[in-house]
């Protein structure tokens, strides 16, 4: 009897396993899926991203390299850009509503978005689409059936909701809709697959309950990790400061990720690179796993001479030889202006997490204020115009 289906070789199998397994937080229908990349079919596989800032950091970049892995394997990949839901937010994990944005910001902040992602995918092979592409042509009618399939229970049921309206703060009606739009987005597309942050479950799960309303097969889901950032807490984002851009200066990008909690190296090994965790595992010496992490990322995004000339330029300056202010003037500075500080730690804690954090770092003899290091946190210093602080071994801030 003949089949239609292929059968996959055993490396076909193995990429199959790597696809469902390697930084993967869950899958929903695993057994489903897993079937589904066996038979040789063609699945549609879709990744959404609100343009709500003009860099993509290495947090981005976790769903974007499995969404390569799909591409990799054959499948039809589609970047969906969200340019009309990014105007309403989504409210995913936030404790207060997200500020909206409009139009004008959202073009200037996607501007840049494909040739960023082209450093991770074949943008010649993925179908980049944008969600305004439907909404801005459906009007209320449009509207009201679709609200029609989902109920206000279901629509408010996740977690963060509910904890606001335990406070007592306001939810508006656009953030209700938006995991609704975004459900609706993978009816659009017909999309077999959706990939998404872990925090991104009851959207991602929205979808599923639409397409079903719609008469569709539900897509399966791809749920990967968040990955903290550079101060080793929180979720890695521009707001909070911690993030390292994929566009990022290789100098620049070797030496933040040289200042990651040791902890956090195996997670972003698994996450961002194709290392073996294996091998990194079996190098004694984390300054030293830290280092080939560092290197291979920038390879990664910059090439392998870039990666070699910031590894020798990190070396010569941060291991060979820790520098003052005296002997070595970076090129790039944090600012801030006096009218604006309150407190010195304010200086600190801004290139770090906390004024505590700020606090142990002084007490350590971490900190030089002009090339003088002074342990006595609470001692009232006047700062200048032209002040240079130290603080650590990678950040330099200037007083304007």
Known sequence: METNEKKTSPEQNRRIEEVLSRGVEEVIVKDDLQKQLESGKTLRVKFGIDPTSPDLHLGH????RKLKQFQDLGHKVILLIGDFTATIGDPSGRATQRQQLDEKEVKKNMKDY???AGKILNIRKTEVRY???WYKKKGAYFLMELTSKI???RATERDDFQKRMKEGSDIN???ILYP???GYDSVE?????EIGGKDQKFNLLMGRKIQKRYDMSEQDVVMLPLLEGTDGTQKMSKSYGNYISISEEPSQMYG???TIPDSLILKYVELLTDLSIEEVKNIPNPRNQKAMLAKEIVKMYHGEKEAQKAEEDFNKTFRDKKPTFKEFKPEKYEEFYPKVIDDGLVIVAGANSSVSAAKRLIQQGAVEINGVVDKDWKKSINLKIGDEIKVGERVFIKIK
């Open 180 to 182: 609704i739009l975004q």
């Open 114 to 116: 494909l040739r960023q």
């Open 256 to 258: 933040k990720l040289m």
């Open 131 to 133: 969600n305004g592409e």
């Open 61 to 64: 970049s976790i769903p974007l």
């Open 189 to 193: 597309l017909k999309s077999d697959v």
């Open 173 to 175: 009606m656009l953030e």
């Open 151 to 153: 109920t206000y229970a």
